[in-house]
């Protein structure tokens, strides 16, 4: 019960305790567990809270150019055709 000034200045103690034990937790489940661990009215289980990660954004590119979209589909064509070789080789075979 608040009653005078030493109630209200035991009541704003406790406000701010409780505002900077809800800064530590990422949402409400995370609140009331740690508010019954407190104040003793739930089991004492030690928990590890992480953060959620943040996705990060992939950086834009800039578009490519056709010179370069040619030239990548030449280096994958002959990196295709050098792995397909070394597979026939590897099998017996020397043509494909």
Partial sequence: MVNGSNGLKKLVEHIWMVVGIA????????????????????????????????QSRPIPKKPLTAQQVEAEKAELDQATARKIESVMEDMGATEI
């Fill in 23 to 54: 800064r530590t937790c990422y949402n409400m489940d995370e609140l009331k567990q740690k508010m019954r661990q407190m104040f003793g009215k739930g089991d004492v289980q030690y928990n590890m809270f992480t953060p959620t990660p943040q």
